[in-house]
């Protein structure tokens, strides 16, 4: 079982930036590869990023391209988002998740979610 905890979101301006976290707990950490997903209201719930287990790998959404970075810290089981160049479509909930695969790059793929973060952009 891996526990997820987002944290880090917020309201911020266009053009601003923000750093979200997931911490997790549980199994070990880097033998999972981490995700973040988003779902906007009224909307479905869509890919952002994802990462291998040793953080070499990395793929990003379009709309994430330039703009959006997504790491980890192995050694202290927690995962991040950097986003920059924040736009008002930005706003969204959130989530990190685990997968047990290599690299996952669909919800249906991931086993382990958080609860989400609330992220606002204002024009």
């Known amino acids: 079982q891996v526990q997820l905890v987002e944290s880090g979101g917020g309201l911020v301006r266009a053009g601003g930036s923000l750093r979200l976290s997931c911490a997790a707990s549980?199994?070990?950490?880097?033998?999972?590869?981490m995700g973040w997903f988003r779902q906007a209201p009224g909307k479905e719930r869509e890919f952002v990023a994802a990462?291998?287990?040793?953080?070499?790998?990395?793929y990003y959404a379009d709309s994430a391209k330039g703009r959006f970075t997504i790491s980890r810290d192995n050694a202290n089981n927690t995962l991040y988002l950097q986003m920059n160049s924040l736009k008002p479509e930005d706003t969204a909930v959130y989530c990190c998740?685990?997968?047990?695969?290599?690299?996952?790059?669909?919800?249906?793929?991931?086993?382990?979610w958080g609860q989400g973060t609330q992220v606002t952009v204002s024009s």
């Open positions: 998740a685990a997968s047990r695969m290599v690299l996952a790059l669909w919800g249906y793929e991931y086993e382990y």
């Open positions: 549980g199994h070990t950490f880097s033998r999972y590869a």
């Open positions: 990462t291998t287990g040793s953080g070499g790998s990395t």
